[in-house]
């Protein structure tokens, strides 16, 4: 089985839904309009297929203050056809 990867998103370009309290996590997500980390960290996307994957020794080697970016999990390579 491979090396787990993730994709950066990126808080400071995304527009996030507004989460009421009884709200599920799921619905705010998907009404989020996402802004993702291009491959080699080479500028923005927000379109999901064109985001960069990257592993946790390349996330060590990103910059930025806390809050600014958050990792989202690829899926798992054995629920993939």
């Not at 989460?19 to 500028?43: F, H, Q, T």
């Amino acid at each position: 089985m491979g090396e787990r990867k993730y994709r950066i998103i990126c808080l400071k370009r995304s527009q996030l839904a507004t989460k009421g309290k009884d709200d599920y996590i799921s619905d705010w997500y998907n009404e989020s309009n996402l802004v993702y980390w291009k491959p080699n960290r080479a500028g923005y996307t927000d379109q999901y297929v064109d985001a960069g994957v990257y592993s946790l020794e390349e996330l060590a080697d990103c910059a930025g203050w806390f809050g600014d970016w958050l990792i989202e999990p690829t899926p798992c390579q054995r629920f993939q056809k």
